[in-house]
């Protein structure tokens, strides 16, 4: 694998009226486990079925019904744990969290605290090629989902759909390392990438799969130094906390609001209360939700229903033997293997269908070349018609063109042609070479014959290039055109160029 240096970006540096500040976020990621049943019954998980229909009687919170853990969703928590390199621990333990949730029958959450199940972990954030973030996890814990409250069906009642009220939850939680709203965003979406490598949760933030609570506070250059020595939080400034953003645009929005809202409040001798605010996308502003509840305000003690959980090291390292390879080492290879630059190599791995997609187009042929055909031709054509890649070409499709193109029996530009042929008529980039005369003209002889008519009916333009080579390129151009681009270009540049002279 290519060992990749990277560059720390600058913090992100705003301008009070009094003074600069900087800007330090913490990250509360829910997603979502992809399963097929919810973390402690067998209730479907489907979204998009009839409300309060996938609801068991436990997650109706009936008298007597115990939990009982999936052990799929602790097996896709610990495959999460071990995608971010956090440690995986062998025994944790499930805590009864009392807060009051409108649509969660029984009253109380039940989630980790004291001993979650994964640990410490990292995730590098690429900023730009060459520029990274490496932001720490903090932890990873299981939890449930609650249900939906619905106000806007009747002017005086709420709706309660249970249907999601016991999902299980992974909260993934961030030590306080990002700098700036762009950073925020960034790294949502390189956890997303990751989770979805892993096959842990498909990442739909628009169905509410994955939610980020953002914590914002900003202090004074030189007080974020002075945390990572001391580790004392105090140095951080005071923090709000934004719940349940689903939008990358709006992390950004949100917080940008936020800190300029706190700096205001410093700078005016007035102080930042730690609370929960919710952010209004219509409004671009935060707004205050509730005081923000400490750990012991909701009254944490173990769940008395569940037995700790205990997992074995030889079930975890099974599962580490299952782990895809991840983005970063994807694209590491992929620079290394195929000597594409690593922007494209990050363009290409940014999804895992779209990088095995590429690999099947690569064929035997020129990885560089095939990567700017899949990112400019194929990719472009696809996200102008909202279809997934394989829509407008299948992988043998590419590698099909692009050999025609290494053996110079068609023109890049005939090449277009051939895949915009072939997107209408679904016909074989061959067939359509062959029946359509599209084959590259090598005949040298049919070459010259063109060049000859072409000097001759400039002489003009033959005594500027004469004097200026680099107006040769115009001669080129009349050639191609003349033969419907279907002239070998080497073969065109060398005649013009010995034709006048150059």
């Not at 009839?50 to 052990?71: C, H, Q, R, T, Y």
């Not at 194929?378 to 997934?388: F, I, P, T």
């Not at 829509?391 to 590419?398: G, H, L």
Request: charged share 25%; with cysteine; proline share 5%.
């Amino acid at each position: 694998m290519l060992d990749l240096t990277y560059e720390t970006p600058k913090p992100r540096v705003i301008a009070g009226a009094k003074h600069d500040w900087e800007l330090v976020i913490g990250m509360e990621v829910h997603a979502q486990v992809a399963s097929k049943a919810k973390l402690f019954s067998g209730a479907s998980t489907e979204f998009g079925a009839e409300p309060n229909s996938n609801v068991a009687f436990i997650d109706a919170a009936m008298p007597g019904m115990l939990p009982v853990i999936n052990e799929f969703c602790v097996e896709q928590a610990v495959r999460t744990g071990l995608g971010l390199k956090a440690r995986i621990n062998l025994k944790s333990a499930f805590d009864r969290k009392n807060y009051f949730y409108p649509d969660l029958p029984q009253g109380y959450q039940i989630s980790q605290l004291y001993e979650p199940l994964v640990g410490e972990g990292e995730i590098l954030v690429d900023m730009e090629p060459g520029v990274a973030r490496r932001v720490r996890i903090e932890r990873i814990h299981m939890e449930q989902d609650a249900g939906k409250s619905i106000h806007d069906m009747d002017p005086a009642m709420s709706f309660v759909d249970l249907n999601r009220t016991g999902v299980c939850l992974m909260e993934i939680v961030s030590r306080p390392d990002i700098r700036g709203p762009e950073e925020a965003a960034a790294y949502v979406t390189k956890l997303r990438q990751i989770l979805r490598y892993l096959g842990t949760c498909d990442g739909n933030m628009q169905n509410g799969n994955l939610r980020a609570d953002v914590n914002v506070s900003v202090c004074r250059p030189g007080d974020y130094e002075r945390y990572q020595e001391s580790q004392d939080f105090s140095h951080l400034g005071t923090r709000c906390e934004i719940k349940n953003m689903n939008s990358m645009r709006f992390i950004q929005q949100a917080i940008d609001y936020e800190a300029r809202r706190q700096i205001a409040l410093l700078e005016s001798g007035g102080e930042v209360v730690q609370e929960t605010r919710l952010y209004d996308p219509d409004r671009s502003e935060t707004r205050s939700m509730r005081s923000k509840e400490e750990a012991h305000d909701y009254r944490y003690f173990p769940d008395p229903d569940l037995l700790p959980l205990e997992i074995e090291q030889d079930w975890v390292d099974g599962i580490a033997a299952s782990l895809p390879e991840l983005p970063d080492a994807k694209k590491a290879r992929f620079v290394t293997d195929y000597g594409v630059t690593e922007y494209d190599a990050s363009v290409l791995t940014a999804d895992r269908d779209l990088a095995a997609y590429f690999e099947a187009s690569v064929g035997g042929g020129d990885g560089k070349k095939t990567a700017n055909w899949v990112i400019n031709e194929v990719l472009g054509r696809a996200n102008k018609a909202e279809l997934a890649p394989q829509d407008i070409a299948a992988p043998e499709v590419n590698a099909a063109i692009l050999a025609m193109v290494a053996a110079d029996e068609i023109s890049t530009k005939i090449a277009k042609d051939v895949l915009e042929i072939h997107i209408e008529t679904g016909d074989a980039p061959g067939k359509i070479v062959t029946e359509r005369g599209l084959k590259q003209v090598t005949d040298t002889g049919a070459i010259e014959e063109a060049v000859d008519k072409i000097i001759a009916d400039n002489p003009a333009q033959v005594e500027k290039a004469k004097q200026n080579p680099k107006l040769a390129g115009w001669f080129v151009g009349q050639v191609m055109k003349a033969t419907g681009g279907k002239a070998n270009p080497k073969a065109v540049n060398q005649i013009v160029g010995a034709k006048l002279g150059l």
